[in-house]
């Protein structure tokens, strides 16, 4: 099955500053790859995807870019605010269909600092 | 408004009892899925099911247990026979075939 590699475990940044999550992942026959916010006591929400046929998306201030040679993926979120502090996961499909839902990584703990 | 909604949010149980979550949705989503999160350990798929009367193991499968009578419900239950049943759990749901989950808010159990 898949397995899905996140780094760093915990990224503390300065506010305005920007921040990189990486993952890596081992099937080569995935073709999408969404990261997921989570805010402490709630459930994960999507935060941005791509797939497999792009190789950046962006959407304001965050961006995720795409590198299927080298099987890793990373999120990009510029100029931070308080309110990005939270613990976000990348993911790509267990199954290649993604029928057989999402393999996550270990999540990155990011903290804005004042 | 279209969502998922777990329950109870909260729950503690004694050692040696079963517990069931509850998992709600009509977002009219065709498939279910179960997460258990632990501190620094991500989400790991417990079971899941595409279709009603239909469901799979999925990584950590021992001591739970699921069904899917109607396409709306998906309840887990955590059996005595789970070690180590202290944990946050996740459930989600998607349309076949696009990957995206939609989670609900979590149920935390402690088992004392």
């Known amino acids: 099955g898949e397995n899905v590699e996140q780094h760093p475990s915990t990224l503390s940044v300065q506010e305005g500053d920007s921040a990189v999550i990486k993952c890596t992942y081992s099937?080569?026959?995935?073709?999408?790859f969404p990261w997921y916010k989570q805010e402490l006591g709630k459930g994960p929400q999507l935060i941005i995807d791509?797939?497999?046929?792009?190789g950046e998306k962006k959407d304001q201030r965050i961006a995720v870019t795409l590198n299927k040679t080298a099987k890793h993926f990373s999120l990009h979120i510029t100029e931070t605010q308080p309110e990005d502090s939270a613990v976000y996961f990348c993911?790509?499909?267990?199954?290649?269909?993604?029928?057989?839902?999402?393999?996550f990584g270990k999540g990155t703990h990011l903290i804005i600092q004042p | 408004d279209g969502g998922i909604t777990q329950s109870p949010k909260y729950l503690f149980r004694k050692e040696g009892q079963n517990v069931t979550l509850s998992c709600e949705q009509n977002?009219?989503?065709?498939?279910m899925y179960w997460y258990r999160q632990d501190p620094g350990q991500g989400l790991r798929l417990i079971y899941y099911?595409?279709?009603?009367?239909?469901?799979q193991k999925g990584d950590i499968a021992e001591g739970y247990s699921v069904s899917r009578e109607k396409k709306e419900s998906f309840p887990l239950t955590v059996t005595s026979a789970q070690k180590n049943p202290t944990a946050f759990y996740l459930c989600?749901?998607?349309?076949?075939?696009?990957?995206?989950?939609?989670f609900g808010e979590g149920s935390r159990l402690t088992v004392l």
């Open positions: 099911s595409q279709i009603v009367n239909d469901f």
């Open positions: 989600a749901s998607s349309w076949l075939g696009t990957g995206e989950l939609f």
């Open positions: 977002l009219n989503h065709d498939a």
């Open positions: 099937d080569s026959a995935s073709n999408y």
């Open positions: 993911a790509a499909p267990a199954g290649g269909g993604g029928a057989d839902g999402l393999t």
């Open positions: 791509i797939r497999s046929n792009v």
